[in-house]
């Protein structure tokens, strides 16, 4: 391979990486792992599934005592979370799609937001002894 082809596909590469990361991780966005140390050390800390209430009971469960609004009804029930615009809202879904778009809508309705990334997917493969 020449070296031009060589430095053509770094940069190429890097860019690609570099833009699916700052697409993913935003400012706004939390690891699973870092919701279960905000779950262990945040007593007011508040997780919001966005997730069909269907959902909550299906393979992947539900994370005890989240509030659940599906990500369809939230504009019209982001009043029912007007308690918690001090708290720290973890917002989390099935993949994280759905979660991300709650986020935003959160966010710029002053809420303190974070997207759960890879959503109850990531978190169930993650349990104790699933690793």
Do not use: W
């Not at 990361?21 to 279960?36: A, E, F, M, P, W």
């Not at 169930?124 to 699933?130: D, I, M, P, R, S």
């Amino acid at each position: 391979m020449s070296i031009i082809k060589f430095l053509f596909l770094s940069v190429f590469l890097s860019s690609f990486l570099f833009v699916g990361y700052s697409q993913k991780y935003d400012g706004n966005s939390i690891t699973v792992y870092q919701l279960r140390e905000q779950m262990n050390s945040d007593s007011n800390l508040v997780i919001l599934d966005v997730r069909n209430k269907k959902e909550l009971s299906d393979s992947l469960g539900h994370i005890e005592g989240v509030i659940n609004i599906p990500v369809q009804d939230l504009s019209s029930r982001i009043h029912e979370l007007d308690k918690y615009k001090n708290d720290e809202i973890a917002v989390i879904c099935r993949s994280g799609r759905r979660s991300s778009i709650a986020t935003k809508l959160l966010l710029k309705n002053g809420f303190n937001a974070e997207n759960v990334l890879d959503g109850m997917e990531k978190y169930h493969a993650t349990e104790k002894g699933k690793n």
